[in-house]
């Protein structure tokens, strides 16, 4: 395979393979063995987002006694197991 690199690239290239005394070849094939080991997870500032995004969705979550959620749910676990709506809504 051929590969067309910039200027700034190659340098770093280079820079890379002389300092860990690797040929350049195996330096971008680790390059890219590690860059696939990454594709798919967050990167630290996707994370960080998602992190404030959920910390401010937990603020806004109503404070009320347990007895109260507890007494929503068994509503709920109840309507579900009457099988729910029977006929359309007009």
Same mark, same amino acid.
């Given at each position: 395979?051929?590969?067309?690199?910039?200027?700034?690239?190659?340098?770093?290239?280079?820079?890379? &393979?002389?300092?860990? #005394?690797? /040929?350049?070849?195996?330096?971008?094939? $680790?390059?890219?063995?590690?860059? %696939?080991? =990454?594709?798919?997870?967050?990167?630290?500032?996707?994370?960080?987002?998602?992190?404030?995004?959920?910390?401010?969705?937990? &603020?806004?979550?109503? #404070?009320? /006694?347990?007895?109260?959620?507890?007494? $929503?749910?068994?509503?709920?676990? %109840?309507? =579900?197991?009457?099988?729910?709506?029977?006929?359309?809504?007009?």
């Amino acid at each position: 395979m051929t590969f067309t690199f910039d200027d700034e690239t190659v340098a770093t290239l280079r820079r890379a &393979a002389a300092r860990l #005394a690797k /040929p350049q070849s195996a330096v971008v094939r $680790e390059a890219i063995r590690e860059y %696939a080991h =990454r594709v798919g997870k967050l990167s630290e500032e996707e994370r960080r987002r998602l992190l404030d995004v959920f910390d401010t969705m937990l &603020a806004k979550i109503p #404070a009320r /006694p347990a007895a109260e959620t507890d007494a $929503e749910l068994k509503e709920i676990r %109840a309507a =579900r197991r009457r099988g729910g709506r029977r006929h359309p809504v007009e």
